[in-house]
């Protein structure tokens, strides 16, 4: 038995047609996911003329499980390819000890039984995109103590630049100052 939604006006295009509808190729931003699948079934809030769509607290509380599901697979077959690609390079056990995972934790999330962070991916990405010379980094740095690390040049900052174009006075009266 079909339930009658009462439809709403639609604040984009000015017709009275928002309704739930269901749809294909949705995408909602979801934590570090900018775009994040919205399952086929759910129904969301749309504008049946513009296709405006309305998340209000019924479809959030709806969406969230599976929005948090997907995303943790989308995490999980992540890690899995970054392991694969690095495990080309270096062995599980020296990559764990590289970043300050402990035994078997590569492993663990290699088989798909646990739920890596969005911060590990994040950092297994960056070190996939060049794996040699990234690890190779990665190892120097942790080599290096601690006062012979030198990080990066500090890029110009924009207050610097006004300074060096600014007017000579203000720099003088700056510069005694410091």
Not at 5 to 19: E, F, Q, S, Y
Not at 21 to 42: A, E, H, L, S
Request: aromatic letters at 4%; one cysteine or more.
């Amino acid at each position: 038995m079909k339930t009658a939604h009462t439809l709403r006006r639609c604040i984009h295009c000015g017709t009275k047609a928002v309704k739930p509808r269901k749809g294909i190729g949705r995408t909602i931003c979801y934590r570090t996911m900018p775009c994040m699948q919205i399952p086929n079934d759910i129904l969301v809030p749309t504008c049946g003329r513009c296709k405006s769509e309305f998340l209000d607290e019924d479809a959030v509380a709806i969406l969230t499980p599976s929005l948090q599901t997907a995303y943790l697979q989308s995490l999980r077959t992540r890690i899995r390819i970054a392991i694969d690609i690095l495990s080309k390079h270096i062995s599980q056990r020296r990559l764990e000890r590289v970043l300050g995972l402990s035994q078997g934790y590569l492993s663990r999330l290699r088989a798909g039984s646990g739920n890596p962070s969005p911060e590990l991916s994040s950092h297994l990405a960056i070190l996939c995109h060049d794996p040699p010379t990234r690890l190779m980094e990665l190892e120097r740095f942790w080599a290096l103590p601690d006062e012979e690390w030198p990080p990066m040049a500090i890029p110009q900052t924009r207050f610097k630049k006004r300074l060096s174009h600014g007017d000579r006075n203000t720099n003088k009266k700056l510069m005694n100052n410091e």
